[in-house]
DNA sequence: TCAGCTTACAGTCGTGTTGACCAGAAGGCG
DNA sequence: CGCCTTCTGGTCAACACGACTGTAAGCTGA
């Protein structure tokens, strides 16, 4: 055991941040911020945010913070991943992360500060981060794509109003395949979760297409909603 | 803010643990234990199994040995629920519980040991519970019935060999309906993750059924696979 | 101005899945 | 030996979904 006996185990709190930013195939790439550590230990590494756990502050507000301190943004989503707490990911002492995951909005994102400490990268295409983080964002990787299938947290890329073609664009861009967009417009408003706004996105070289909105409160059964799982967070 | 300043968060590991039991209307029942507090606070209430998570053990070694303390048995399922990290859910200290669920077969169940101090109650009718412990259990029946939907779990409950009327009867039991059996044969036969074992279970006063054997090499794709779930845990 | 281009949007067709239902098989029991 | 039970295999219709076709409606450029 590496570890000091009397060392207490150490609590922290990290986020895995999601967005969504033009790609070269013409398809969006989804981009996810870093931190360069500033102390020992993996002092250089890039790691994911986070930080310890204050005594009187709640688990999902510490991920929001840390979130607000490396992007300068607030989540559109933000739910807890899993815990991490084997005894030798961290060679100093004792660590348990709790993780969460979040998504943020992309044309916030794109104005998101970067300094010299902050960094963001391609998340499907990671370099060697700090203790066990490849494998936490590979995880939160995995979650979002699954997720993303059964659920409708795709919205939260993207502003209050979207059209179908730009909705369309963030499942294409997490599930790393085409969609049919006929299809799509099918179950999407099959789903019962869209509203039109009434108005058209104008501009462009062809037909306008309607702009919709996200309806949270419509035909949505009782029982396949996630207990405490909060959708829009208090930053 | 109700704790002091200078005491650390504590970090502990509690488990879910269900079983089946047959109930009275011909439909078995989820049933989990419970342990009485020793010690302030709540002392007297019932709660969930745990305690606090030692250094050097990891968090699903420390479940399924507070597991095996209550009910001197090994799980046939384990897997992290989720973390409970509310600032007041208990009054003393700043208390951080990664709660993980558990399945253990029904049968050694039955011959689980229950002292005064440990009670197996249903699980869907709980009494009143110490800190937050109601609003876990009810998560975690949420997740186990979710879950059971759309992964073989279910076999969990039963021993290495059954028929498809007694997994049909832990389907029954989970998602408390009732289900059709030949339409419920065909299923589990296409999932492709059940063997025959050549022999019948005689002695029952109609057509002996064929004796299955859960086989979880058999054609499983890699993608629908979660990472880092073991099935199997070490106990 | 008008052909032509691009995307929006609507509909059809075939396939695979799933629930409801039916019928024969194969044991034990009176 | 009839009769009960459950086991087991099958059909049928409803539905979801992917592939595909066709029309609508804007803008652009000659």
Known sequence: MPHQLDAPTRLAVSTVIFTLRPGAAGRAVLWTPL???????????????????????????????TLRATTGLAPKYLEQLYTFGEVN???DARV???VYWALVQSDEAARAAAGPNVRWVPA?????????????????????????????IAHAFLGGTFTLAELREVYEAVLQRSLDPANFRRTMIASGRLRETGEFQAGAAHRPPKLYRYDPSATRTADDREPFQSERPAS
Chains 1, 2 share one sequence.
Not at 35 to 50: H, K, S
């Open 124 to 152: 499907d295409t990671l370099p060697g981060l700090a203790f066990d983080h490849n494998r936490i964002v590979e995880y939160a990787l995995w979650r979002l794509r699954t997720k993303v299938e059964y659920t409708e």
């Open 89 to 91: 990911r961290s060679p």
């Open 96 to 98: 348990v992360s709790v």
């Open 35 to 65: 931190v360069r550590r500033t102390r020992e230990p993996q002092l250089g590494l890039w790691a994911l945010p986070g930080g310890w756990l204050p005594v009187n502050e709640e688990l999902e507000v510490a991920a929001a913070r």
